[in-house]
């Protein structure tokens, strides 16, 4: 664990920091020994997901302090500013407003003057004309056949949060249509990808905010050449080739024909993009239907952040969680952990939306921060996990707060699997609470007959401390509403957090430099000289890569 950075700028976090050492010297168990009530306390629901919160280190002073200090940060004007269009990513100039994209009021929602809705309606209406005739076979490829396959070229926000929803609602994907993914660089990706399709009933979406985003751009590419190596001419190209972007004369010159193209705007983040016409992935797999329920789960979430007051509402609550451990225990990492094989790609995701947002060093006014900001994401799926490094969660030296996500039933029952699969969501849940204490571990060797020797000889290894906070996330089931709600409860915790933390969430700046270097190794690699003007380690690997190629 790292040294505690409390948030000293505000005047709740004095308190805070006292509360922590006295929390940090309480067990878990001894909290749920005293209070019957402590689940009913520290629980909710909304938008269809129940968060039980009450295996964290905290109690009434402690939330109150935290909701103090979310006051103090001006939270609630925070919020308000998000979602009345106001230019809060301050480094962009740019309002953020993915919450438009899943807004299905008749209230206006103002950008520059401009009411940004209608222009949110109508794409919706193309993306679902252009959803019905790829399903309806009424979209031909080159040679007259139907499209089969979808391929979505895109990186980053145009790849993990589309591909996240996609796998997530499997039960709800369309039968005939076959949906891949080209993201990284790695000729192998896409060779992969084009081993699998066949070039008449292919349909390419290059998906791309900025559309000169080099991986997406140099994957494009190639899938062009190989559609005219298939034998698609030139002018039947349009057939099969789709784009999104902002940027509509890249589009242009790439060669997309307009009518192909769905428009995307600057005030949508790229992690948080899949709300928009970045969604056409989604909808083209589960049908425009099913993603209309997708934002409309996420709408609800929405809805739920801006009226519940701060200490019911669950985005809120999340975030101040993570910045109590982050802050004031030093914890460094947050894993999120999720017992349904559908939301396998959710850490990926989670990963861009938070990493991504908070991982900033400065405060919005370009101050450099005393406390750590933006926590290590990571996780994946239950009850794989627990056979891999769950040992450190229960016994390691470091405090990791974790999120389980467990639907209560499933698409696919088979005999009492989904029960055990429950079962061991919600044992894992509270073993890292209670723990086995050394009395118990001591009983329980004794009774099973082994020597007071070998006792005194196993059991320190046998103790799990407990005492690990975690949350459970549960919702019914995973429909295109909760995975909606999902999301969108990630991504406006996450915001919570940018505000407490005073950073700009929404900017990017620290991946531009290695987009920068790379241009230039790049120069250095295909230069037929020998390279002497970088450092010693970049000349040596750039002599030994050529010295293979
Ligand atoms: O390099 C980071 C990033 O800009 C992300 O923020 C974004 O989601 C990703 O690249 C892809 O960008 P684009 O959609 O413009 O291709």
């Not at 425009?288 to 985005?315: I, T």
């Not at 037929?528 to 040596?540: I, K, L, R």
Request: charged content about 20%; hydrophobic content about 40%; proline content about 4%.
């Amino acid at each position: 664990m790292s040294r505690p950075s409390p948030l000293g700028q505000y005047p709740a976090s004095a308190n805070l920091a006292s509360l922590q050492e006295k929390m940090a010297n309480t067990h878990l168990r001894d909290l749920f020994a005293e209070d019957s009530h402590r689940f009913d306390k520290y629980s909710l629901e909304a938008a269809g997901l129940f968060l039980d919160y009450s295996k964290h280190l905290i109690d009434d002073e402690v939330m109150a302090d935290l909701v103090k200090m979310a006051e103090q940060a001006g939270l609630p004007a925070a919020i308000k500013a998000q979602f009345s269009g106001e230019k809060i990513n301050n480094t962009e100039n740019r309002a953020v407003l993915h919450s438009a994209l899943r807004n299905f009021g008749d209230d206006p929602v103002m950008v520059d003057g401009q009411d940004v809705m209608p222009m949110i309606r109508e794409t919706r209406e193309r993306m679902k004309s252009l959803t019905e005739s790829i399903h309806s076979g009424e979209w031909k490829g080159h040679t007259g056949k139907t499209i089969r396959h979808v391929v979505n070229i895109g990186i980053g926000g145009s790849y993990l949060g589309l591909k996240t929803a996609i796998n997530a609602m499997t039960p709800y994907h369309k039968e005939g249509l076959d949906h891949h993914y080209v993201a990284n660089i790695d000729p192998n990706e896409l060779s992969e990808v084009l081993r699998k399709v066949d070039a008449e009933t292919t349909l390419f979406i290059v998906a791309s905010k900025s559309f000169s985003t080099l991986e997406t751009l140099q994957n494009a590419q190639a899938a062009r050449r190989w559609m005219l190596e298939q034998g698609c001419a030139e002018g039947d190209i349009r057939k099969h080739f789709v784009a999104i972007s902002t940027n509509l004369t890249a589009i242009d010159q790439f060669g997309i024909a307009q009518e192909n193209t769905l428009p995307l705007w600057d005030w949508v983040g790229g992690r948080y993009s899949l709300w928009s016409s970045i969604g056409l992935m989604i909808s083209l797999v589960v049908g425009y239907d099913n993603f209309e329920r997708l934002l409309k789960g996420a709408w609800e979430m929405d809805k739920h952040f801006q009226q519940a007051p701060l200490p019911r509402n669950m985005p809120v609550i999340l975030g101040m969680l993570g910045v109590w451990y982050q802050n004031y225990f030093g914890a460094e990492s947050h894993a999120v952990i999720s017992y349904d094989h559908f939301l396998r790609d959710l850490p990926g995701h989670l990963q861009q939306v938070d990493m991504e947002s908070n991982g900033k060093r400065v405060r919005n006014d370009g101050s450099t921060v005393d406390y750590q900001t933006g926590a290590v994401i990571w996780g994946g799926t239950g009850t794989n996990d627990q056979h891999a490094y769950h040992q450190l969660l229960h016994q390691g030296t470091r405090l990791i707060p974790v999120d389980f996500i467990a639907p209560a039933t499933t698409h696919n029952p088979i005999e009492d699997q989904h029960p055990w699969l429950f079962a061991n969501a919600l044992a894992q849940s509270q073993a890292m609470m209670q723990g086995k204490t050394q009395e118990e571990v001591r009983d329980e060797l004794t009774a099973a007959g082994m020597s007071a020797d070998k006792v005194e000889q196993l059991a320190a290894h046998k103790v799990i401390p407990g005492n690990r906070p975690n949350s459970m996330i549960v919702p019914e089931k995973i429909t295109p509403e909760t995975a909606g709600a999902l999301i969108a409860l990630y991504e406006q915790k996450v915001f919570v957090q940018g505000v407490l933390w005073q950073v700009n969430s929404f900017d990017q700046w620290g991946v531009e430099l290695g987009k920068v270097l790379g241009n230039r190794v790049f120069d250095r690699i295909k230069a037929t000289e020998e390279v002497t003007d970088q450092d010693s380690s970049t000349n040596g690997l750039i002599q030994r890569f050529k010295h293979f190629n």
